[in-house]
């Protein structure tokens, strides 16, 4: 299995990170992708990676709870200057969050428009984070159309229609702890979007899926979301990591 969105480095798992990265482990979870949030949490980010470099991977990119008016731009040259230091798998997570403060939706849309141009550039996927904004995202997406542009809706949770859109748009769905979830809704129409477009994540230290839900989330837990989509999809275990795993690589390699 491969966790496509989780935050390791978080002080969440300052106690235990290593204990919680060998649960990983040996659960088979065999690649971690951790997106960036700000440069405060760089160092610990990449750090981290150097420490697992055959299992663990950093984006790079700027969070839109931490486009903020007194730092937004030189948040944005960081990110740049990283950029074109080394490689990385995916300019993420990006994109528009409506749900903490909606004064700063001129400079998200700024903040997220050049990141989509630098990944257009470097011919690398974007990871999106959307949170009651899939209107406004669509709407940049739709602006900045470009066949280089692609990537995964990270912790998917809007509707068929929105779904269908992403797809269109040439992105795939990040499916986590939500499909576990009684009110997520998403496990109603999941079925009808092909295996193939989505990848697995957890988000965590957040959005544990039952029966963890509302206690700390980690990576060993992905297993849980993969039994949920068995269900759904009417596949075994196996075949559902096997896919989801084939997603995943051809999207960051």
Known sequence: MIDTHTHLYAEEFDEDRKEAIQRALDKGITEFYLPAIDSESHEKMLNLEMEYPNQIFSMMGLHPCYVKSESWEKELQIVKSYLNQRNFPAIGEIGIDLYWDKTTLDIQIKAFEQQIDWAIERDLPIVIHTRESFDETFE????????????????????????????????????????????????????????????LETDSPYLAPVPHRGKR????????????????????????????SENAKRMFQ
């Open 140 to 199: 940049v997406l739709e602006r900045k159309k470009h066949p280089k542009l692609r990537g995964i809706f990270h912790c998917f949770s809007g509707n068929l229609e929105q779904a269908k859109h992403a797809l269109d748009l040439n992105f795939i769905l990040g499916i986590g702890g939500v499909v576990t979830f009684k009110n997520g809704k998403i496990d109603q129409f999941l079925h009808e979007i092909p295996i193939d477009k989505i990848v």
């Open 217 to 244: 989330n980690e990576s060993s837990y992905l297993d849980l979301v993969v039994g949920k989509l068995v269900n759904i999809y009417n596949k075994d275990f196996s075949e559902i990591d096997r896919i989801t």
